[in-house]
Each structure stands twice: as C-alpha cells, then as structure tokens.
C-alpha cells in the first residue's frame, strides 16, 4: 500500500480521536478496557502511519465507533471490501447479513451504490477525506439515501407521512431563502420610500401611508430648539433609568419597597463593581441615526441586538436570536406584537424629522418593524413620534392639553387591525386611535386622578395601554417635569418604557432648563445625549 494512503489513514484516526473528547492516544487506550490490542499498535497505526491487517484495522474501527457507512468505505478503500473470516462479522458491523449480500457492493470494481447510482469512494483519498469525517453533512445524507430505500411502506406509514412534511419544510425553507436573497438588492439603497413599499410588498406592515391624515410641523419663531432637543433626549432617558427601579412592580410594591420613587431615587450610570447600566434606548437609536446620517433599518437591527435590554420589548431575546444566531434579515427577525418597545425608544427620530410629518410618519413605522412589525406597534411609534414633534413646536404656555391627543390621534386612524382582540369578558379591546381619541380626552376633562387614569387606561406593555398612559401622565402635568415623569413609575407596571414616553414629552415641552438638575447630576450619558440632541438639530434644519 501507498505511503500517501497510509497517511491517509492516520490523519483520519487521529482526528477521530480528538472528536471522541481524548486529549491523547494513552488516555483513549486506558479508557478502553476491552480494546484487545496494545498502545503500541495503535500508536503505530494513529501516528506511525502503518497500515495493519484488515482484521485489525476492523477492530480499530469499530473501537473508535465509525458508523458502518465509514467503516465500509474505508475497508473498501484499502483492502477492498471486509476480511473473508475471522472473528469480527463484517455482515453485522455493516448491517448485512452475509457475505453473498455484501459482495456486489464491496468488491473494488463497483464504486457505486446500486440503489441510489452515487458514487461512494473517490479514487483520490484527499477526495474521500470530507466524506468520512463524523458527522458531515454528506456522510448523513448518504447514509440517508442508502437507508429510506430499505424502509418498506406497509406498516410504517406514520414515518413516511413524517418524512413526507419534513421534507416539504427543507423544500420551502430553501425557496424562502432563495426568494430572500433575490430581495436584498432591493433594499441596497436604503430609501425610506423604497424599504416602505417593499416591507408593503411582502406583507411585513400594514399599508400605512395611505391611513390616517397628514399633518404640517415646522421650526417656528421664539423656541429656543437647541434646549427643547436636548430636553427630549435627557428626558426620556432619565424616565426610562428611574422607570427601571419600578419596573413590573405594583404601586403598592413600590410604597412597600421604596416608600414612593422621587428626585432621590434617580441612579447614575454604574451600579457598582465596576458594572455600567444599559445605555438608554433613545441614545441607541441616536448613535445609529448620527451615524448613518438617515434611517438604516440593518444598522439599527444591529445596535439593538448588541443592547442587553429595551423598554416595553418582552420579545427582545427573540429578536436577538432570529438577527444574529439564525441569521435572519432585519425585516424578518422582529415579532408581531403590540407591544410598546418602538414608541419608547423613538424620540431621535422625532427629533430628525421634526419638520416633515409625512417622512417622519413613513420612517417611524418602518424603525419600529426593526422589531415588532405590528399593526398597533407602528400606529403607536407614529402617534408617539407625532407628539414630540408638535409639542417641540409648541410656546411654552399655549399648549392645548384638552385637544391634543384628539387632534393627534386622527394621524393614526384606521393603521391597527379592524377587528380588535378580544379583551377581558369577551369584549373588543379599545384600539389606540379610540383610546386617544374620546377615553383619554374625557379623563383629562374631569381631571381624573392618575390611578383613576391607570385603571380606565391601562399601563401595560401594550401600545393601546401604554401610549395613552404616557399621554395622560405628561398631559396632567405638562410644565411639570419631575410630577409627569414620577406618576409614571411610580404607578409601575410597564415603567421603563411608560417613563420613557412621559419623559420624552415632558423633556421637548419644558427643555433641558426645565429638569431638575437632581435627575441630571452622575448621567453618566449627559454629555453624550446632549452633543446627540445638537447633531440632529442640524440634520433636522439641514433636511427642513
């Protein structure tokens, strides 16, 4: 026999080896008892590169635990089929009864298997090499297609029925990511109006656009923007920190723990050992943005998988998994749930285009199909998105407290599901358009308490809960930013987003002068988000 089939041999064994989990030849021979030849044979054979009697390399084979299909090919290989005697029955490491059975298909000449036509063994051993490593790919489909055709129908109908719907499943998978691959192109240019229809296209959101009514923003004369901008990221960063303490507590839980969250309660950026705080979402989103200098969904995907938390997502390990552990593209690796985790961290992008509704509109739903490509998630990033941008725009003093969420909610009409879910008794759940449009307007007329507001509205992670309660708590207070901000988490339940959406309105409307320094001072993002908040200021009046 060749030298370079020897070698062969041996690289395969000693690979082997090191797939069985030994660190060395010794330890694999101590460990079996009842491997009936010596250490030094088989170091002979493993390192040494001799080539034993066939007999021998049989029992080596079937020691090291090769499937029969391997063990075939590599005594095929070197010896032409299995040894005539002895004591190792090559009928039943092989799964053959006899040798009268095996001859057509072990003899040197017949090269291919008479049942699938596929050629087992390369002449060429670096060839072959892949094929009898351990559970490749190809050593299980070949053994695959060698075994099926032995399986008769009668009496196994369930496993063929099984194998029937699995392989339709490879089937489809393969043309979905066939047809997945076809779009990319699609999305190489990264045009908001171009990513919109194709997310339409494909059924992904909801035809958006063409709901609701449209708007008009624009910078107006006597607002002070660069401290309303920079009230917008602070403080829906801070809501979201403080709302971090209360977080799926009741209030009760919360008077019980803490005695009721105030100015005091406000942590810094460390929480001690060394261990920094997840950065806030909106300054996630910011840093993408700034950036990119425009909306990337792709970019933004991946800065929120690499983020340890987002506010109102209960999907985000979900998320994370579908982006980066089964490689699935941006519009397909979020979850179809309302949940409220776009409409808290969406304040950057209200801030970029705080003079365009329509592109703010269009660029909101397709930031928060990033995750939650739902109805409702979208109905509640646009409202949200909208009501930044207009309390930005608005003197201080003249905001319109009792028409404000009406004049607001006509924006997102008729984007969430026309037959809503049923809630509790059988009935209709409020959409957000409802909620925003006629319950939240008549609380605030009768000047109803916030846990009067919790109980009718809500203050969950679902968007058609959690944006009206952010509206409400803002709205009860609206030149009062700790007040708005505290009712919030203090009521608890979905606090780290709620917070967040109180603050970011609260923030634009009152600016940065306008919170108390007891929240700002030991941000340890402060001067980050401020330099933010300044960047797409300029965006914002470069694309006005």
């Known amino acids: ?136 790919p190809e050593e299980t489909a070949m053994s695959l297609k060698q075994s099926l055709p032995r399986i008769p129908f009668k009496g196994n109908e369930d496993f063929w029925e099984m194998t029937r719907a699995l392989a339709l499943q490879a089937e489809r998978k393969a043309l979905r990511i066939a047809r997945r691959e076809a779009d990319q192109p699609l999305l190489f240019e990264k045009e908001p109006e171009a990513i919109y229809q194709f997310l339409v296209r494909k059924g992904k959101v909801p035809s958006y656009m063409s709901k609701g009514e449209m708007l008009s923003f624009g910078f107006v004369e006597g607002v002070d923007y660069r401290d309303r901008y920079r009230g917008a990221l602070l403080g829906a960063a801070v809501g979201e920190i403080l709302g971090r303490t209360s977080q799926g507590l009741s209030p009760r839980d919360i008077r019980e723990l803490f005695g009721g969250i105030d100015q005091d309660s406000m942590p810094t950026g460390w929480v001690g050992e060394g261990k920094e705080l997840a950065p806030p979402a909106c300054l996630l989103l910011s840093r993408a943005l700034l950036s990119a200098r425009k909306l990337d969904p792709e970019g933004i995907a991946s800065v929120y998988a690499k983020s340890r938390r987002l506010p109102g997502a209960g999907h985000h390990a979900e998320f994370v998994r579908n982006l980066l552990d089964r490689g699935f593209p941006w519009f397909e690796a979020g979850a179809s749930v309302p949940e409220t985790a776009p409409s808290a961290r969406v304040t950057p992008l209200a801030l970029l285009r705080a003079a365009d509704f329509r592109r703010l509109k269009m660029e909101a739903g397709i930031e928060a199909a990033v995750t939650h490509p739902h109805g409702a998630a979208i109905a509640g990033a ?86 009206p309660f952010a509206w409400a708590c803002f709205l009860r207070y609206p030149d009062d930013y700790a007040a708005a901000v505290l009712a919030a988490v203090n009521l608890g339940n979905e606090a780290e987003a709620n917070g967040a959406m109180v603050g970011s309105l609260a923030g634009a409307y009152v600016g940065a002068a306008g919170i108390p320094e007891a929240f700002l001072t030991g941000l340890s993002w402060r001067e980050e988000l401020e330099a933010s908040a300044d960047g797409l200021l300029a965006l914002a009046r470069r694309d006005s």
């Open 1 to 136: 026999m060749v030298e370079k089939e020897t070698n062969y041999l041996s690289r395969i064994l000693r690979k082997r080896i090191e797939t069985l989990g030994y660190t060395s030849l010794k330890k694999f021979v101590e460990d079996k008892k009842d491997f009936q030849y010596s250490y030094e044979l088989l170091r002979q054979v493993v390192y040494g590169g001799r080539l034993p009697r066939a007999e021998t390399l049989l029992s080596i084979l079937q020691t090291m635990r090769f499937s029969p299909s391997q063990i075939h090919k590599l005594m095929d290989f070197h010896f032409g089929g299995y040894p005539g005697g002895g004591t190792d029955s090559p009928g039943e490491t092989a799964g053959i009864p006899d040798a009268d059975k095996r001859e057509p298909f072990f003899r040197p000449e017949n090269r291919e298997s008479s049942s699938t036509g596929i050629k087992l063994l390369d002449a060429d051993p670096s060839g072959a090499q892949a094929d009898l490593l351990a559970d490749s």
């Open 382 to 467: 646009i409202a949200q998105t909208a009501a930044i941008a207009r309390v930005l725009h608005t003197p201080a003093g003249t905001l319109d407290v009792l028409g404000f969420a009406r004049g607001l909610s006509h924006a997102v009409s008729g984007i969430e599901a026309d037959r809503s879910p049923r809630g509790k008794g059988g009935k209709p759940v409020p959409t957000l358009w409802r909620k925003l449009s006629t319950e939240l307007t008549a609380l605030l007329l009768r000047r109803a308490e916030m846990e009067d507001v919790q109980e009718a509205l809500g203050n969950g992670a679902s968007v058609p809960e959690g944006v």
